[in-house]
């Protein structure tokens, strides 16, 4: 089961900072990834961390605005957003990259997507 929260309303230029919870199964062995899926729209990456949190990898559209992070013992993923825009107004979800061999960068490679959170920039 995974968890994400700390979603909210927040103005534009704001920060926000997502969590996500695993419980019930093993967590420290999977790289984990962040994805949002505004209305209408397909679900899309945003952020990848290594199972032992030395790499990470970030879509353009976020890249220098969000940092993932992990935390092994907590069994916890973190997603500190900053410099908020409307457009970033979305479900936000995370997941366990179960295809060891895939893509970091695409929805096929992960699964067992848990409850999201929502998250609304006003302008």
């Known amino acids: 089961q995974l968890q994400a929260s700390g979603g909210g309303v927040v103005q534009a230029g704001g920060s926000l900072r997502l969590s996500c919870a695993a419980s019930?199964?093993?967590?420290?062995?999977?790289?984990m990834g962040w994805f949002r899926q505004a209305p209408g729209k397909e679900r899309e990456f945003l952020a990848a961390?290594?199972?032992?949190?030395?790499?990470?990898y970030y879509a353009d559209s976020v890249k220098g605005r969000f940092t993932i992070s992990r935390g092994n013992a907590e069994k916890m993923v973190w997603l500190q957003m900053n410099s908020l825009k409307p457009e970033d107004t979305a479900v936000y979800y995370c997941?366990?990259?179960?295809?060891?061999?895939?893509?970091?960068?695409?929805?096929?490679?992960?699964?067992?997507w848990g409850q999201g959170t929502l998250v609304t920039v006003s302008s």
């Open positions: 997941a366990p990259k179960i295809n060891y061999g895939g893509s970091y960068y695409l929805r096929g490679s992960y699964d067992y």
């Open positions: 961390i290594t199972w032992n949190g030395v790499s990470t």
């Open positions: 019930g199964r093993p967590f420290s062995g999977y790289a």
